[in-house]
């Protein structure tokens, strides 16, 4: 059990994508109960409010990305927000859409670059995400932070990354919507990806713990991205981006109870609920449920394997 203070950081951010809704679940989150279910579990729980992006400067209309500026902006906040928070707590980022990662990522990964420590990111999602502003034909930038993160070329217009995460420390799991020009980027890397057939052929557990290993193995800090995607929509149905067969419930609990096991989460993201899109709360309910999964909520304690 982490014995750092959890820092509770609203990110009302709905510029990454044209479909709008993501800007309430951070109060969507407050809502269902994170910081409650968080302290009935023993730990002390700060919600710091919501960061803001700041000025920007008017969106170019002869280019097909949707709100570059003010994503930038967003990323840059949320750098500066991300490591500060890292300085002395475990931060749970409530999203907002996906692109929020490009600057809480970058940002946890600047603390463990000035601590001596190599950084490891957890993509729990339907897609790779991994574009660049040049490559996404939609111009929905939430589907690039993955590229942005890994520090490949074409995000001029972005804040220089402090710090790359290495792409042999990258883990995508439960991928099911990935297209042709991102399959292709991504056999080209070292990154570790794991699609919903390997899933059912072989189970959640197997390439989750092989990571895990590698994580522990190399002392390294564990940013875990939660998009409720990863999620099937008969059991997630708030979030603009569905796609059939994604994780049970079991499953993704099964993920977060490894990861609290394993002791090595460090930073979190809940991003892309749409609370527009959801029916009584139940998505945002799910979502704090696997949080608090996350953080040591269970049926009976085991004794659990060591990664320290």
């Known amino acids: 059990m982490t014995t750092k203070p959890i820092h509770l950081i609203g990110v009302p951010m709905d510029c990454g994508k044209r479909r709008r809704g993501c800007l309430m679940g951070p109060d969507a989150y407050r809502t269902a109960g994170l910081s409650e279910s968080l302290i009935d579990l023993g730990h002390t729980v700060t919600d710091t409010g919501n960061v803001q992006p700041g000025a ?136 570790h990806a794991h699609d919903m057939r390997e899933i059912d052929e072989h189970g959640i557990a197997r390439p989750l713990a092989a990571f895990l290993d590698r994580v522990a193995a190399a002392k390294g800090m564990l940013h875990v991205s939660l998009d409720v995607d990863f999620l099937d929509p008969d059991v997630a149905p708030a979030v603009g981006t569905t796609v059939p067969g994604g994780a049970t419930v079991r499953e993704a609990h099964l993920v977060m109870e490894m990861l609290y096991d394993s002791g090595l989460m460090t930073s979190l993201d809940l991003v892309e609920l749409n609370p527009f899109l959801d029916t009584r709360g139940r998505t945002a309910k799910l979502m704090v449920d696997l949080a608090a999964s996350a953080l040591g909520r269970n049926i009976f304690d085991r004794v659990t394997r060591s990664y320290s």
């Open 56 to 191: 920007f400067a008017p969106e170019a209309k002869d280019t097909h990305l949707h709100a570059l500026n003010e994503t930038v902006a967003w990323t840059r906040a949320l750098q500066k927000s991300a490591e500060a928070a890292m300085a002395d707590g475990l931060p749970i980022f409530m999203g907002g859409d996906h692109a929020l990662s490009a600057g809480t990522v970058s940002g946890v990964a600047a603390h463990a670059a000035r601590e001596g420590r190599p950084q490891f990111m957890l993509w729990l999602d339907a897609h790779t995400d991994f574009h660049t502003p040049g490559s996404t034909d939609s111009g929905n930038l939430h589907g690039t932070p993955v590229a942005y993160i890994s520090g490949q070329k074409g995000f001029d217009a972005f804040p220089p990354l402090p710090a790359a995460v290495p792409e042999e420390n990258i883990c995508l799991l439960g991928l099911r919507s990935v297209d042709r020009a991102e399959r292709a980027a991504i056999e080209k890397t070292g990154i």
